[in-house]
């Protein structure tokens, strides 16, 4: 019960950072900014926490998985996240991001040998359907013009959630050797953190955040915020718990990022039924994959 739980929290604060992130876009539509504003809070929150509990320093050869898995996420992902919130917007994005659960039970086919079960062909189906009506969703709030630019922003998501799916497969190998799941959290995010400070120029840095406005910087940090607790409650749930539990609950936020959307969003995107339908298809279809493990 207590894995559920925290899963259950890390979706609830993950569902609140597209929300905050759609809010400092529409004040500054500048993703690379929010992305390296959210991480450096996180970073800053692990140190901190890593320091008062005695856990900066550890040498171990599991050390290497949350490096690795920072190379993936949160950095590199967290761009192509931002950039599908900026562009499709939060309702339509965050839940085709979610399908990283799809990616975690490919690795665990192909490394693992699972054996591919009824539930999870349905499961699958029901992602494939639950993606086919977003995309419609998006061709039908569009013109023309910008339909054929819309189709092309879906990789962003896509992508993400390739991401996000092979970091999640690496923490949980880190945890199995590392049992401090504040140690693991620093380390992914300081890894990414480097990663994405020495990948851009610091000429893109600087153009990035000259222009940037209190207002939108303040929706960045409190998003930086969100996903610290999210990483915070994930990372003890993933070290007590199953990938297989834990991920695809925790992958249940799009349905609060659609939530405060449809209440809080709509002078900014339009939000309609469609993507309540097709995040709840999604998360059906990751939780029938779940079952088929």
């Known amino acids: 019960m207590q894995v559920i739980f925290l899963s259950l929290a890390t979706a609830l604060f993950f569902g609140f950072d597209p929300f905050f992130v759609k809010k400092g876009l529409v004040e500054n539509p500048n993703p690379i900014a929010a992305t390296i504003i959210s991480l450096t809070v996180n970073v800053s929150f692990f140190l901190t926490l890593s320091l008062i509990t005695s856990q900066f320093i550890f040498i171990g050869s599991g050390i290497i998985y949350f490096i690795l898995a920072g190379l993936f996420a949160p ?54 359907l639950g993606v086919m009506i977003l995309k419609r969703e998006i061709e039908s709030q569009r013109n023309m013009t910008d339909r054929m630019r819309d189709k092309r922003y879906l990789f962003f998501p896509v992508i993400a959630a390739a991401l996000y799916g092979i970091s999640v497969f690496l923490r949980k190998l880190g945890l199995n050797q590392v049992h401090s799941p504040i140690m693991g959290a620093m380390m992914t995010s300081l890894s990414s953190w480097i990663l994405l400070t020495l990948f851009l120029s610091r000429k893109t840095i600087r153009r990035d955040f000259i222009n940037l406005n209190r207002k939108a910087t303040g929706f960045f ?3 930086g915020g969100c996903t610290s607790l999210a990483w915070l409650s994930f990372f003890y749930a993933l070290s007590m718990g199953k990938v ?14 659609v939530l405060l959307s449809y209440l809080f969003l709509r002078n900014v995107e339009r939000v309609t039924y469609k993507p309540f339908i097709g995040a709840l298809l999604i998360i059906a279809g990751i939780s029938l994959l779940s079952i088929g493990d």
């Open 75 to 128: 950095g590199m992902a967290r761009i192509f996240s931002y950039k599908g919130i900026d562009k499709l917007g939060a309702s339509v994005s965050t839940p085709l991001q979610s399908t990283e659960t799809l990616f975690s039970f490919i690795l665990a086919v192909i490394f693992l040998e699972e054996k591919i079960t009824l539930p999870i062909v349905f499961g699958t189906g029901s992602i494939c």
């Open 221 to 223: 940090l409190i998003s």
């Open 244 to 257: 297989v539990v834990v991920s695809p609950v925790q992958t249940s936020h799009p349905l609060f990022t």
